[in-house]
């Protein structure tokens, strides 16, 4: 029995705030169901040209103030256009209850934020919240092409002040975020959060444990795919075995090859989003054989323990693996 709740409700859109050229603020109705916190996101599923498609969004905003969702239009992306070019006031979005683990910790540390691009969005959700609730005390870097596609400019400028510094990093100014941009944003005694486009995010995260952050003092949420997933077991020849929707495919397995894609390969309708073990969209139940999770920045420890995988991420570890979307 899965922990959350994986079905989609319909959501009105109560207001569309162009925030740039290139993004946009969704604010939704939503049900009492849908109470979050600060950093956290939803699953969309939208039908673009016939085909249904899902995609995360984290919430921009803070369980304090109306639910919204900011979306940055990537260059021939199916969803994130079909949001921008066709969504208004009065339509209605389907969405799953939010979820995702890049939330503030307890404790009294200061909060360290180094955003880019639409990776500010949980980023300022978590910003706010802490200001907003707590004493600790933020710094904030901010990286963009431009001042004119930086998302929330202005009310992050407005909320600056003695427990609040924000840098911004410019790329046509400065060229790309390196590692000198990034040392002097390492606190190892501070909860972290980084959220942008992959190399931003290498960059950050080499630089933070180079200067002697722990691990887990640093929280990550990746928007996509980060490269392929390595196989642990190269020389196992594994029979897989997929159940979705009522149908059920069997192949034999190809090294390197995730569950997620064999599901592909059988022609199976599997569901995915992220790609990166960050959003549970793929997650699927192992009832029988062993896997091996690569990531996972999604399922909590009951969900593992209930035998619940993330198949964008889970390559076979037995000669016979069986794997059922629920
Ligand atoms: C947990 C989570 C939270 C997210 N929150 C937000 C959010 O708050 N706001 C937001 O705008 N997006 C967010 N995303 C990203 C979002 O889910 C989509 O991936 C993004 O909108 C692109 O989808 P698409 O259908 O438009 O592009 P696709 O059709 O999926 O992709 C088109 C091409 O763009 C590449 N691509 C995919 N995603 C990105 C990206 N983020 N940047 C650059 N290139 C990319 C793909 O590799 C592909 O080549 C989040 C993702 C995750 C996993
Ligand atoms: S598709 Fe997001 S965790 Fe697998």
Redesign the pocket.
Known sequence: MALRDRGFHPLRVAQVVRETDE?ATFVLEVPATFAYEAGQ?CTFRVVVDGQE?Q????M?STPAEPFA????R????????WLLDHVEAGDVLEASAPT?LFRLPPGDADVVALGA??GI??IWAIVKHVLATTDRRVRLLYANRDRESTIFAKAIDALAGDRFEVVHHLDVEEGFVDADVVKPFADPAADTFVCG?GPFMDVVEATLLDAGVPADRIRI?????FGPVATVADELTSTVTIEVAGKTGSTEHHAGTTILQVARQLGLPAPS??E?G??ATCMAKLVGGEVHMRTNNALTPEEVEEGWILTCQSVPNSAEVRVVYE
Do not use: I
């Open positions: 993004a996101f498609l995609r995360c969004y984290s921009s969702v900011t979306v940055k990537v260059s021939d992306g199916a969803v994130s256009n995702g691009g639409s969005t949980p486009p949420e990746r928007f996509s795919a989003s992220c990166s960050s959003c």
